[in-house]
Structures are given as structure tokens and as C-alpha cells.
């Protein structure tokens, strides 16, 4: 198909890119971005529409004269494409792309380094940003038994002051490469990465690390705050979490060390990954093919499914392969474990699809996790084959979601906060409970392929923290600093019952030791007093804390919970019980080295204590409402019958 050089109008653009000719046409296979080599580097751009593409090189990030300018030569399939003789490491480039008779600067979509804001790109020779002993980094092997997710942003992690980060490190990558850090430095009770390896989880998943847009990285942190999800530069980690942002390799660095350092506790990593729209429209990618990129309305506007203004249009052969090739540059170069797809409703099921062919490939990438959110920010153009929880029959069964059927019947509603979920004794909700339990494998509602399909949790960074929401349903004015039995008591079942289910645990960093937000259910620019982990909590909440080390370890030590086989909750067996309560038992898989022969569980959320009785046998107490460490003694063997605490999860063995 021939491009013609009359200005074109949205919708004009629209039929364009959806035309099978174009597709054709200027689909590219080759190398795309900065190819460096020590004698020189190549720089390739996909740029079909474009009628003149010139390069401008700098020495700075920002700032500074301009040392050349150069035209790029077009080639097959829209590509333009300049070689730059000799060592190119560490100078600063953007593009200027004229597209119907309008030039836009920009930085290059592929680009791997930047420079401060990411507004100028970088060529960087990535074997100079590795850390020491990066090639020997490799990714934990984790068993789906073992398997827990830890939710938490860069800045959030380390920026209180108590938490013992030396404050050149506070808020930064570096400070997940700190050890032994404790609380205000007393050598006691541990903080940060020395925290983790004693909590148990074994993923922590990262809220945004790429460059984003909503922080001023030129501009000291002490008052900035955004969560993120405003992505500038896909392939190139933020700056502002970085000791020197002004360096375009510096932050690859530490990113990496930051990576390697929570691999050599046994912890895997989960990117939190936002492709799905763009922080502003004027942005590498929209302003090197005007419009290819974001998902169309019929008179040609951006669609709004993200509700940030524009979407990505995974659909468009390019766009599919921009999102593959980026993903698995992550995977390859920075290591990581894992993947969650923010508003993965707005990606259709055959790119996510594509992404996880594309991951199994690498060597061990069939270990490496994929899940997201099946929903999306608001009315999208897509209208057919969406990565969302209705398509969860055409998604790979490694293709996993957030189940806010199990958040909510658990917790209550996010969107009422005082609407109550089962903990809270809600009624009815306990026929909810026994789906959660059986990751919805035993029900039509969804159904997954297999039960690893399902993330189980009852928080996560959007809407209130686990503790806000149990006292805003407790109180009409809460007071979210003061100490509440009740609420603590309801935060220790709600974490045993996704604990206890089959699927992939959750959970929002700080969950554990009662997180407060002190109401705000949306902080994603609030302030970073509000936002940080105040690690003074672990302590405080000590009791909790422990509460959920013991699940994550009890939960280990039964694998079948993690199975992986869509037939596995069939052999749970329900019992009737009085409702409220919920009990059931399941038997551990000969030789997958279960501590028990099997499971009994029992769900009470009422506030006074009943008596149930235990299948024949003898069973061993393993976890009460208070302790999930029972098992680790000698416990008492219960036989016919036993008591259950209010508000409380109790956890039998058999023996």
C-alpha cells in the first residue's frame, strides 16, 4: 500500500492501520533501537508514516550543546536507520520524526537508557551497568507450594526513616541490597530485605520501575509522590529510584542490583508492568507513528479504556510485537520472575497469549509467572476477545488473574467501605467462601483452567489496605491508629482462609502488620508519610506478623494447596455445618512430601465460639485464632470434637 503525504485526519489513520495491505506492507522482523557495538553504533527506528527522520546527538542528559545531527536513511518495511562510528557509550540522543508535514521530538521507543525525565535516550553498552557476579545471577527456583506474592512500591519499602536504609538509600533501589537493616538500627527486630527472608514470602512484586512521568526526577523526592502507572519509557527503569538520575546507566545498575540482591535471599521478582496506556499522548511511541499505536474511536480520538486518556492497541501487528519485545527484554536483561499486567482487560487474549509463548521459550521461562487484572479502567473500543475475566476460557492456563470474587467475599465490596464481606458476617457470603477455598474450580461461575489460574487476596495497592476496610465496616468514624481486637482478629481469618485456598497467594506489603492509610482508599500521589511502610508497625503488630509467617509456612508444608492440576479442589470435601461456618478437609498427594496426611479447616466468623466435630481419626491442632505456629510443637491430638475461637481460622492435621 502507498502512503500518501496529504495530511490525514484521525479516522483517516484509523482505516489505515486496519487495512491488511499496510500490515503487510511494514510489518518488521529485524532489530529495532540502539545496536551498539565498541566500533559503532546502529540506530533503527519504525517509522512508516514518516517523510524525514533526523537524529540530534548530545553529551548530556539534559541540557548542553548539541554535538551532531543526522538523517536517518529509510529502508523495507518503514524502518530508518544512521550508523554512528565509533564508541557511542553514554551519548544522549532523540529523534525528530515529521509525519504530514509536522516534526515532533522525541526519544526513541526502544531506547534502553535515559537520561533525566526520560526525555533524551541513551546508548548504553549494557555489559558496563552489570553488578558484580550478575552473570552468575540466576532466578530461584521456586515450588508452586512455596509460591506468595508481597506487593510494594520502590519508595515505599525503605522511605521511613526507622526502617534503618541509610538515607542516601531511603526510597531507592539500593535499599533492597542493604543487609541486617532493623528498626531504628536496635539489632532487633529486622526491616526491609532482613524482614522478608524471615516473613517467608518468596515474590515480591514491584509496583512500577519503569520510567515513568509523574515524578520530577530533576527535583528533590521529599514531597513528590506518585505510585507510577504513568509510564514514559518501557524499557528503561525510573530514575527517581535511583542515586544519580541525571546518569542513564546508573539506574540500570542498581536496578539490577536490586534485582540480584532479592535473588540471593531466595525471593523472586514480579514487574508490575502498565503497557496499556501511555502517561501523555505526546510520548515516543505516538510521536514516532502518530495514532498506530493507541486504540482508536470511530471518528479516530483516542480510546479511554485505561481512564488516563489513551490505550494501547495490542491488537496492531506492531504494537503486539513492541509489547512481546519489551517484556521479554525485562526477562532476559534484568532477570525477572514474573510479570503482572495492570488492566490486562484492556490487552485482547491472543497478545497475552503471545507474551507467555514468547516467555516459555527462554530457557526456564515456563517458571516464569504471568497474571493481571481482568477488568478495565473504563469503555474500551475493544469490544471482542479480551484478556478479561469472561475470556479466562481463551486465555493459557499459565495466564493467571486477580480474583476480586475471592477479595470480596472475603473483605466486602472495595467500592462501599462499609459494606461487609464474610469476615465481617456478612450474610450468605459463605457459600462464596467454599469457591475462594476451591479457587472456583468447582464452580461455573468462572471457571479457571487450573487453580494456579487464580490470585488469591484481599488486598493489593488500589482501594483500602485490609485494616481500613475491616474498620471502616466496624465504625461509622474509625480511628485507624488505635489498636482493635476485633478488626485483628478479623485480619488473621481473613489471611487463613486465602491462605488456605487453593491459587496463588497475595498480599499488599504491610497487610501483615495492619497497614493503615487512615482511610484514603486511592493514594497513589498522596503524600509519602501516608504511603510508606512504617516498619515501627512490625513490631507494634508483631503478634500478626508472626501470625502470617506461620500460614506461609504451614502452607508450604501441604503442596497440594499449590497444585497447579485443574482437578486437584475435587477432592475437597465440604462439610455441613451451621451456617455461618465453613469446614472442610482434603487429603495431601501421596509422595509429594506433605507433613500430614491430610487437612481440616474450619472458618468462624462470629463473634462467640462453637463446637464442631472432626472426622474419624486423629488430628493434630496446627493453627488457632491466635497461633499458626502450633504445628511447629507439640500441639494437642484432637479426636470427635473441637472448639472454635470467634472470628478465627483453626487448622487441623491429621496423624
Not at 160 to 177: E, L
Not at 258 to 265: E, R, S
Not at 398 to 423: H, L, N, Q, S
Not at 490 to 516: C, D, H, K, V, W
Amino acid at each position: 500500500m502507498k502512503l500518501t503525504m496529504a495530511a490525514k485526519t484521525p479516522a483517516q489513520w484509523k482505516t489505515l492501520f486496519e487495512n491488511e495491505p499496510f500490515h503487510r506492507e511494514n510489518y518488521y522482523t529485524g532489530p529495532l533501537g540502539p545496536d551498539y557495538t565498541p566500533g559503532g553504533t546502529c540506530l533503527r527506528l519504525w517509522a512508516p508514516t514518516a517523510e524525514a527522520v533526523t537524529v540530534t546527538l548530545y553529551h548530556k542528559g539534559d541540557g548542553g550543546a548539541v554535538l551532531d545531527t543526522k538523517p536517518l536513511v529509510r529502508g523495507a518495511q518503514g524502518v530508518w536507520s544512521v550508523w554512528l562510528p565509533g564508541e557511542q557509550h553514554g551519548r544522549y540522543y532523540t529523534f525528530a520524526v515529521t509525519v504530514d508535514g509536522v516534526t515532533r521530538e522525541t526519544g526513541d521507543p526502544y531506547a534502553r537508557a535515559a537520561g533525566v525525565n526520560g526525555v533524551r535516550s541513551m546508548i548504553v553498552d549494557l555489559a558496563r551497568t552489570a553488578p558484580s557476579g550478575w552473570e552468575r545471577d540466576v532466578r530461584p527456583n521456586i515450588p508452586p507450594a512455596q509460591r506468595a506474592v508481597w506487593e510494594v512500591s520502590v519508595r515505599d519499602f525503605s522511605q521511613d526513616a526507622a526502617s534503618g536504609v541509610r538515607p542516601a538509600w531511603r526510597g531507592k533501589y539500593m535499599a533492597f541490597t542493604q543487609q541486617g537493616t532493623t528498626l531504628h538500627g536496635d539489632g532487633i527486630h529486622p526491616t526491609c530485605l532482613n524482614y522478608l527472608k524471615r516473613l517467608g514470602v518468596k515474590y515480591v512484586q514491584l509496583m512500577p520501575i519503569f520510567d515513568f512521568g509523574s515524578v520530577d526526577e530533576a527535583k528533590p523526592l521529599l514531597r513528590q509522590y506518585n505510585w507510577g502507572y504513568d509510564p514514559t519509557n518501557f524499557n528503561v527503569p525510573e530514575g527517581s529510584y535511583s542515586t544519580d538520575p541525571t546518569r542513564g546507566e546508573v539506574r540500570i545498575r542498581e536496578c539490577r542490583e536490586m534485582i540480584a540482591a532479592l535473588h540471593a535471599a531466595g525471593i523472586g521478582v514480579v514487574m508490575d508492568v502498565v503497557y496499556n496506556h501511555t502517561y501523555r499522548t505526546e510520548n515516543p511511541l505516538n510521536s514516532t507513528v502518530p495514532y498506530y499505536f493507541f486504540r482508536q474511536n470511530p471518528d479516530g480520538s483516542f480510546s479511554n479504556g485505561s481512564g488516563c486518556g489513551n490505550e494501547f492497541a495490542s491488537e496492531r501487528p506492531m504494537a503486539r510485537r513492541y509489547l512481546i519485545d519489551s517484556i521479554l527484554y525485562w526477562a532476559k536483561e534484568y532477570h525477572i520472575d514474573g510479570f503482572r499486567f495492570d488492566l490486562m482487560g484492556l490487552y485482547d487474549a491472543e497478545s497475552i497469549n503471545a507474551v507467555r509463548t514468547a516467555l516459555d521459550s527462554l530457557p526456564g521461562g515456563r517458571d516464569i509467572l504471568l497474571y493481571g487484572e481482568p477488568w478495565q479502567g473504563g469503555a474500551s473500543q475493544l469490544h471482542r476477545y479480551e484478556a478479561n475475566k469472561a475470556n479466562l476460557a481463551m486465555l493459557n492456563e499459565r495466564v493467571g488473574i486477580f480474583c476480586d470474587d475471592t477479595r470480596d467475599a472475603i473483605k466486602g465490596g472495595c467500592f462501599d467501605a462499609r459494606e461487609p464481606g464474610y469476615v465481617e458476617g456478612k450474610p450468605g457470603s459463605f457459600w462464596d467462601i467454599g469457591g475462594a477455598v476451591a479457587a472456583w474450580c468447582r464452580s461455573d461461575h468462572l471457571p479457571p483452567h487450573a487453580p494456579s489460574q487464580i490470585v488469591s487476596y484481599v488486598s493489593a495497592h488500589d482501594n483500602f489496605t485490609l485494616w481500613d476496610k475491616l474498620l471502616c465496616v466496624r465504625y461509622e468514624k474509625p480511628e485507624f491508629t488505635a489498636r482493635d481486637t476485633v478488626a485483628l482478629a478479623q485480619n488473621r481469618l481473613a489471611a487463613g482462609i486465602y491462605l488456605t485456598s487453593f491459587g496463588l497467594p497475595f498480599m499488599q506489603a504491610g497487610e501483615e502488620f495492619a497497614r493503615t492509610k487512615k482511610g484514603v482508599s486511592n493514594s497513589y500521589r498522596s503524600s509519602p508519610a501516608l504511603n510508606r511502610l512504617d516498619w515501627n508497625r512490625a513490631e507494634q503488630y508483631h503478634a500478626l506478623v508472626d501470625y502470617y509467617r506461620g500460614l506461609l509456612a504451614l502452607r508450604a508444608a501441604f503442596p497440594r494447596l499449590g497444585s497447579t492440576d485443574r482437578h486437584a479442589p475435587e477432592a475437597l470435601q465440604f462439610f455441613a455445618l451451621e451456617q455461618p461456618l465453613v469446614g472442610w478437609t482434603l487429603p495431601a498427594v501421596w509422595g509429594d512430601g506433605a507433613a500430614w496426611s491430610a487437612l481440616c479447616v474450619f472458618y468462624n466468623p462470629t463473634d462467640t465460639a462453637c463446637t464442631v466435630s472432626l472426622p474419624a481419626g486423629q488430628w493434630k491442632l496446627l493453627s488457632d485464632g491466635t497461633s499458626s505456629s502450633l504445628w511447629r510443637g507439640q500441639s494437642r491430638i484432637f479426636t470427635g470434637k473441637a472448639a472454635l475461637a470467634p472470628y478465627s481460622t483453626t487448622i487441623f492435621g491429621a496423624v
